[in-house]
């Protein structure tokens, strides 16, 4: 039930939601001139996502994100991490838009936000994130794909570069629910050779 800082298209943004993590935010911050923040997204707002929940689509593997909200969800990450630096002077090192996003785990009425994205749903994003993201002269850069599974991290990562979509990020995240040393391995070799922070 998190609000989000805006409730449709035509309304303004109401900065005074979840005040308390920007405290917090704010207070690290503050204490801690040295620490790394991370803008990451669950979900796409309720109203721009096609099953009209933040839980998930009614197919779990069905993308949620509505095609003609790519333009303007790229606009709501990049306001947001650009209110918090000019608000609380943070300035967020990555925004990760997308969590655990090819799984089925995320489902209409489900119990927890998030977002399914295929590999070539995320590079069509990525693609609009990155030049909003140019075009507002940020310092953040993006980082992908978040996926579940050290495995399944290493399948999208060569989706990426075989499509040429390595370009749009700078750092590389990934859950390790699952995975071997096999798998980390060849993660962590494949980041290296393309430059990639992960």
């Given at each position: 039930?998190?609000?989000?800082?805006?409730?449709?298209?035509?309304?303004?943004?109401?900065?005074?939601?979840?005040?308390?993590?920007?405290?917090?935010?704010?207070?690290?911050?503050?204490?801690?001139?040295?620490?790394?923040?991370?803008?990451?997204?669950?979900?796409?707002?309720?109203?721009?996502?096609?099953?009209?929940?933040?839980?998930?689509?009614?197919?779990?593997?069905?993308?949620?994100?509505?095609?003609?909200?790519?333009?303007?969800?790229?606009?709501?990450?990049?306001?947001?991490?650009?209110?918090?630096?000019?608000?609380?002077?943070?300035?967020?090192?990555?925004?990760?838009?997308?969590?655990?996003?090819?799984?089925?785990?995320?489902?209409?009425?489900?119990?927890?936000?998030?977002?399914?994205?295929?590999?070539?749903?995320?590079?069509?994003?990525?693609?609009?994130?990155?030049?909003?993201?140019?075009?507002k002269g940020m310092e953040t850069v993006i980082a992908a794909s978040d996926e579940t599974s050290v495995a399944r991290?290493?399948?999208?990562?060569?989706?990426?570069?075989?499509?040429d979509a390595l370009r749009y990020i700078g750092q590389w995240n990934t859950h390790t629910y699952h995975g071997n040393?096999?798998?980390?391995?060849?993660?962590?070799?494949?980041?290296?050779?393309?430059?990639?922070?992960?």
């Amino acid at each position: 039930e998190m609000e989000g800082f805006r409730d449709s298209p035509e309304e303004h943004y109401n900065w005074q939601r979840d005040k308390a993590q920007q405290r917090v935010t704010t207070m690290i911050h503050q204490r801690r001139k040295d620490a790394i923040f991370e803008a990451f997204s669950n979900s796409a707002p309720w109203w721009m996502t096609k099953s009209g929940c933040v839980a998930g689509h009614k197919d779990p593997l069905e993308d949620n994100l509505r095609e003609d909200c790519y333009d303007i969800f790229a606009q709501y990450l990049t306001d947001v991490c650009l209110y918090f630096k000019n608000t609380h002077g943070i300035t967020f090192r990555t925004l990760e838009p997308f969590n655990e996003c090819i799984t089925d785990y995320w489902y209409q009425s489900g119990s927890q936000e998030g977002c399914h994205f295929s590999s070539e749903a995320q590079v069509r994003f990525l693609k609009v994130l990155y030049n909003t993201m140019r075009q507002k002269g940020m310092e953040t850069v993006i980082a992908a794909s978040d996926e579940t599974s050290v495995a399944r991290s290493v399948d999208n990562f060569n989706y990426y570069k075989q499509h040429d979509a390595l370009r749009y990020i700078g750092q590389w995240n990934t859950h390790t629910y699952h995975g071997n040393d096999n798998d980390r391995a060849l993660l962590r070799q494949l980041t290296a050779e393309s430059g990639i922070k992960l």
